[in-house]
Each structure stands twice: as structure tokens, then as C-alpha cells.
């Protein structure tokens, strides 16, 4: 089949690849409805990454089964299952006490920006729907696979709770979920920091109370401004730079978290600043698989339309032009057409 | 009146000093029952500190009150009253959020190993007692000020909850307290970190289900070997040096949480390493003033005995020798009587 293939910074190709194959008895092989480019991916786009060998890339992904290893039992042929990009046995005591990210048996989901793909521990990763989606349906169960939950998870982190002050710092796929998911979790006010009008309009469609447009030492001071120099009760950091992570602490309240899910870049804290900061900080791999079958229920009775992230959709062979279109951020996140 | 003065590393000494007295409306003056040394300041005794004036020493306290300034409301001359070793006003924003450690108006107190001192912010810091509390209750009432207080910090910044598993790292007076406010806050487990047999003692009486003697890395593989290979849901990190936050980290379950309260010096944290980690970190200066009236509450019924850290008692007088005593390791915590 042909499928995506990362050759080296920039250099993204629709490639022939071999199918992809049952190599254990817990696998399970799906066939994608629609599968998607993650804020993550232009990480190694522009250089960060290791390209001794070819990557295969995606890890966000929903669809139909197509075959089973012979020890899966939870899913089958023919149903449409969603799964998290952290793919985990969901038996394991970090799976139990609500960290399937952290699974003892974890593994990150690869090779889903393609047509097939193998989904390891497939018992453990997927959840199957009743009936098969509908079309109109299929954006919204796909963001659930990473963007919605990784959104969901810095919004738990934060310690959202109803009636808190959240302040969400990035304004990517990642933090306008984070907006939704903040206003889900019963944050009364939910301060989006974003620069881009199409962003901005988004964030307010999902429950953003104020927009501040600056960043840095002028955002913090702005933010503070906002909520009577005391800063918000939960943060969500999307971005993962120094910058932006000094932004959250910068605007969290003393006492107050801050939940990080972009994977960090070079960021430090010291003991000290953050012994006198006086912030909880939470972050890690998202705990998806906790929240699919919540997630997938409210998508499925249309209570949630995550899949307006994607504000631009193409087939997957134009796979190349989804990546420059985020690179150069004409698009915010684009879904591949399978 | 004479009183502790430190002039430099291991020079402490017994001084003449002016009298205190009432610098602002805010202010009260109390006569201290009796006063302690901390391990916090060991690290200027140890070289670690500024001593560009000579330091007024002493930050934790409790005492009957001689004189209040014109604004002080909540506390009258003649009660018997413990305050925290961080002075608060008890009305700002951060204070009503539960972190007085924070508050707006923040200062550290100083100058309590002395028969009187001035305590700034009287009517947010102080909380008298009823009656005159007897002899034998002054230790405990005075472990309330800052070592319990933050013992309990550590535990509550944990996350420790009912039928937690915690570990305690750390057999200093702030350890043992963090093993008592471990087990207070509903711990199940409870496992102290300990290579001193006397502390060891007071650890298992406190509420150690059990002890670890050994450290690093042998530290965190025997402790996981104690938890069936998981890690504990709550610790808390009592040192302060990045020998002792890393294993901290280490036996630390994902999802599960550390809470520091040694200031810490030289300690760094990648944000990839936390990320990964994924756990919770929350630290500070004790929110003492929160704990004050339910811990002050707690050893006038008897249900608790926290002055039994202290297992050096000196006249105030030979202070000096009560610091050499802590440094050299002969005394876990020094209370002075004045």
C-alpha cells in the first residue's frame, strides 16, 4: 500500500510501503476512516528528530476492523473502534489507577497516515461503537484519538474545576481543545492566549470568556490585569517551549497548577523558582484511553464538535501539502481523507 | 536583651540586641514560652547564606503576647498564642485560596530564638489559644509553628488521601512530622526513608508501617520491590537536594504525586523528564496559618505529640551549642527554653 513516510526534515512523501501485518497475537489491523497530522509531527518536520531510518508517521487514528490477532477479544472485524495514539494494556496498576499513558506495556501508535494500520495491544487501546459513524461524524471521533484528549488531559491536569479561572497558553489544535475541555470541566472562565483571528474565533466558539493577544511578560501582566492581579486557578500549557511555560507559571495563581502537554523543548525549572512559585505542575502523555468512551459518547449524541480543528481536509496521497500547509501554519490541523 | 545572632558560618552567638518593639499598628510583641532551631538554618551555618549584616535568627515560635500595636484586633496582651513562620495577613486573595504562604503581604519571620519578638501582621499570623496551655503542651504547641506545619504540608502538596501508600524521604524533624501527617491524613502505608536508628524509633511511632534504610538508586528499587514494582501514590520530599528530590521521583508512581517542602538547593528538573515521569509536583513554604487552629486543636485534646522531635532541650542561653549539636547530627531538633 502507500503510506506516509518521513524521509527527513521537510521531506514528507506518499510512499510504497509493505501492508501492514498481525506480528502478535494482541494486534488488531484497522482500516482508517480519516486519519490526521499532529502539532507533534512538525517537530521532527523542522529537524528535531531521529532520522537514522525512515519514519513512519501518524498516530491519530479511528476506523474499522479489519482482522485480529488471535488472543484479542474485546474488539472484531467489521466494528469502528477509536483508539488512543498511546497504546496500552489497560490492565496494568498505572492502566487501573487512570495513567494508561504510563502503561507498563506502553507504546506509541505509529504508521496511521496511511490506508491500514496496525494497532498494538488492541484489547487494551481500542473502544468500538455500537453502529458504524456517520460521515459528518468521523472528524469528531478522530480528534478524540489524541487532539481532544490531549486537550482533555491539560485541562485535568490544571485542576479545572467548576467554577475556576483557566488561562489556556497556545493557540494550535491542542489549546483550542484545551478550551473546550476547560469549559467541559466547569470552568466558569476560560482566558485564551492566542494572536490569530481565525484561532480567537474558534476558541470563543468553544467556550473561551476573554481573548488576550499578548504573550510573554505583556500576556502574564494582561492575564493578571483580567483576574485583580491574583493570575488563574488552572493553566493549560499547549505548547511546550520555554516561553511558554514561563507564561503559565507567570499567570497560574500561587496554589494554583498548571497542566503541560506539549512535549517540552528545552525547558527547565529549577527547585527553587518553582519551591517559591508555589504551582503544582502536572503533565505527561495524555491518558486518552481514560476518556474514550466519555469522549466518544458526547461526539457520538452531538454534544461536542472537536472536529472543527480541522480547517482543512485533504486526501491522504496530498499528505505533503497537510504538512506544509501546518508548517506554515495556513492550516491549523489538517485531516487526511483515507 | 540578649539574643541569637548569627555573624557567620558555625559562628552563632548569644548578643546583646535591642529590645523589640512595635514598628507598625500591624505589630504585636510576644514573650516567647520557648523557641527552636531549624533545619533551614543549618544551610547559613553551614556557609550557605548572606551575612553581609549579622542575622537575627529563629522563625519559629509561640509565646504570650506583651503588646500589640494600635490596628491589632484578633489578639490581646496576656494570650497565649503559636503563629506561623511565615506571616500573612489572612484576607488577601492568596490567603483565602488557603496559601498564606503566599500572601500578598508576605514576610518570614526572624528574630524568635529570644526571650521577646516582634511578630509583624499580628492579626492575620497569630492564633491564641483559649487558656494558658501547660508545660508539658509547650513543645508540641511550638512544633505546630513551622516543623509539623510543614510535615503536613508536605503530605497534603502529596496528595496523601485515605488509604494511600506514601513514602517519606528525609528523617529530619521534617520527616518525622511528614510521617505523622501522613498517617493523620488518612494514609494506609506509610514508608520512611531513614539510615538512623533513633529516628527510626520515632518514625515507627509516628506511623511508619516501614522503614527503607537504604538510599539512591538501591533507595527506589527496594521501595518498588515494596510496592510490587508500582511506586507510591504520594511523597513527600523532605530534604531538598537533588540527591533526595530524585528519589523522590523515583519511587513515585505515575499519576501518583511528591510534595517538597525542603527549600531546594541546586535542584533542576527537565521539562521532558517530567513529562515522562508523569508526576505531580507541588511545593512551597508551609500554608502553616491554614493548619494552625486544627493542629493547635489536636495537642490540647492530646491526639497528637509532635514535640517529641525534639530530643535536645537547652537554655536558650546555649544556643550556640544547640546548632553544633544539630550540624554534628547529635540532636535531630533543638528546642531552647527561655
Redesign the interface.
Same mark, same amino acid.
Given at each position: 500500500m502507500k503510506a506516509t513516510v518521513m524521509h527527513g526534515p521537510g521531506d514528507v512523501r506518499y510512499d510504497t510501503v509493505d501492508d501492514p501485518k498481525i506480528l502478535k497475537s494482541t494486534d488488531a489491523i484497522i482500516q482508517l476512516s480519516a486519519t490526521c497530522i499532529c502539532g507533534s509531527d512538525l517537530w521532527p518536520y523542522r529537524g528535531h528528530g531521529d532520522f537514522s531510518q525512515p519514519m513512519h508517521m501518524g498516530h491519530e487514528y479511528c476506523g474499522v476492523v479489519v482482522e485480529v490477532g488471535a488472543d484479542v477479544k474485546s474488539v472484531k472485524p467489521g466494528q469502528f473502534v477509536v483508539g488512543s495514539f498511546v497504546l496500552s494494556d489497560n490492565t496494568c !496498576?498505572?492502566c487501573q =489507577? %487512570?495513567?494508561p499513558?504510563?502503561c507498563e506495556q506502553r507504546e506509541f501508535m505509529t504508521g496511521a497516515q496511511a490506508p491500514y494500520a496496525r494497532v498494538p495491544l488492541a484489547d487494551g487501546a481500542l473502544v468500538a461503537t455500537n453502529e458504524l459513524p456517520t460521515d459528518d461524524q468521523i472528524p469528531h471521533m478522530l480528534a478524540v484519538s489524541d487532539v481532544l484528549g490531549t486537550g482533555y488531559y491539560a485541562a485535568e491536569a490544571a485542576g479545572v474545576k467548576s467554577g475556576s479561572t483557566a488561562v489556556v497558553v497556545g493557540d494550535g489544535a491542542v489549546g483550542l481543545m484545551g478550551v473546550l475541555s476547560a469549559k467541559l470541566q466547569g470552568a466558569e472562565r476560560v482566558i485564551a492566549m492566542s494572536r490569530h483571528k481565525d484561532r480567537q474565533k474558534l476558541a470563543l466558539e468553544y467556550g473561551a470568556t476573554d481573548i488576550v493577544e499578548t504573550r510573554g511578560e505583556e500576556g502574564i501582566s494582561d492575564v493578571l490585569e483580567l483576574t485583580? +492581579?491574583?493570575g488563574a486557578d488552572a493553566v493549560l500549557e499547549c505548547v +511546550?517551549l520555554?516561553q511558554s511555560?514561563d507564561q503559565a507559571m507567570g499567570v497560574c @495563581?500561587? %496554589?494554583g497548577s498548571v497542566g503541560?502537554v506539549g512535549?517540552?523543548?528545552?525547558?527547565? =525549572?529549577? +527547585?527553587?523558582g518553582?519551591?517559591?512559585?508555589?504551582? @503544582?505542575? =502536572? %503533565? %505527561?502523555?495524555a !491518558?486518552v484511553r481514560r476518556y474514550l468512551p466519555n469522549l466518544m459518547d458526547m461526539v457520538l449524541k452531538g454534544e461536542i464538535a472537536p472536529g472543527k480543528v480541522f480547517d482543512l481536509e485533504l486526501p491522504l496521497a496530498q499528505v505533503a501539502e497537510g504538512y506544509k500547509a501546518m508548517d506554515e501554519r495556513r492550516a491549523i490541523k489538517t485531516m487526511l481523507r483515507v
Open positions: !496498576p498505572h =489507577f %487512570g495513567f499513558s504510563s485583580n +492581579g491574583v +511546550g520555554q511555560m @495563581r500561587p %496554589g503541560f512535549v517540552p523543548h528545552e525547558v527547565t =525549572f529549577t +527547585g527553587e518553582l519551591f517559591f512559585a508555589q504551582k @503544582r505542575l =502536572f %503533565g %505527561g502523555p !491518558p
